[in-house]
């Protein structure tokens, strides 16, 4: 990343006649390792323009996924560009993510009515319901979803998940359990 952030750093600072970094902060890479963290990763950014008040609802939200999956839904298709959601967690399909666009779009909606009061922009109406299925407390959720790239540093999922994940890549400790355990193990 550091190879492909420069040289836009350096020609952006040369049009705008400026020094210092181009980007607000460092790129981070973080490994989403079960639907929980996947749904939770989605719906920070595709709340983003929400508490930014850029936007009141998601589908007004301009160059997001969600827009376009709205977008590609009233049409009654999935965006190519994007994973397709499959709409069966339980099925073992080899490319999509598990879970039900509708879904997904409720859980957004409501997400975002839970920011209330949090930072300049939310979506007005009442807490979700279907974090139940996720596994997730209410509070856990909108903390994952304001604080997401604070919470976890690496990798993202259950505590079991993480376990896995760092014996996978041969590390000799599991970075961000106490989050997982806190957040995503917490209903």
Not at 94 to 103: E, H, M, S, V
Request: glycine content about 8%.
């Amino acid at each position: 990343m550091r190879s492909l952030n420069e040289p836009i750093a350096r020609q952006a600072n040369r049009e705008d006649n400026c020094t210092g970094h181009f980007w607000e902060g460092r790129f981070k890479s973080q490994a989403l390792l079960d639907e929980g963290a996947l749904l939770s990763c989605m719906a920070y950014v595709d709340l983003n323009p929400v508490r930014a008040a850029i936007a009141s609802t998601p589908e007004q939200s301009d160059f997001t996924s969600i827009q376009l999956r709205i977008k590609a839904a009233i049409k009654g298709k999935q965006p190519t560009r994007l994973l397709p959601f499959t709409g069966n967690e339980h099925q073992n399909k080899a490319k999509g993510i598990r879970f039900n666009l509708k879904d997904y779009l409720i859980l957004v909606d409501e997400t975002g009515r839970l920011l209330k009061g949090d930072k300049r922009g939310a979506i007005n109406g009442d807490t979700a319901t279907i974090l139940a299925r996720l596994h997730i407390s209410s509070e856990s959720w909108l903390k994952l979803t304001r604080d997401f790239e604070v919470i976890f540093t690496g990798a993202v999922g259950t505590a079991e998940h993480l376990c896995e994940f760092s014996e996978h890549v041969g590390l000799q400790r599991t970075h961000g359990i106490a989050s997982a355990q806190a957040c995503l193990n917490s209903a």
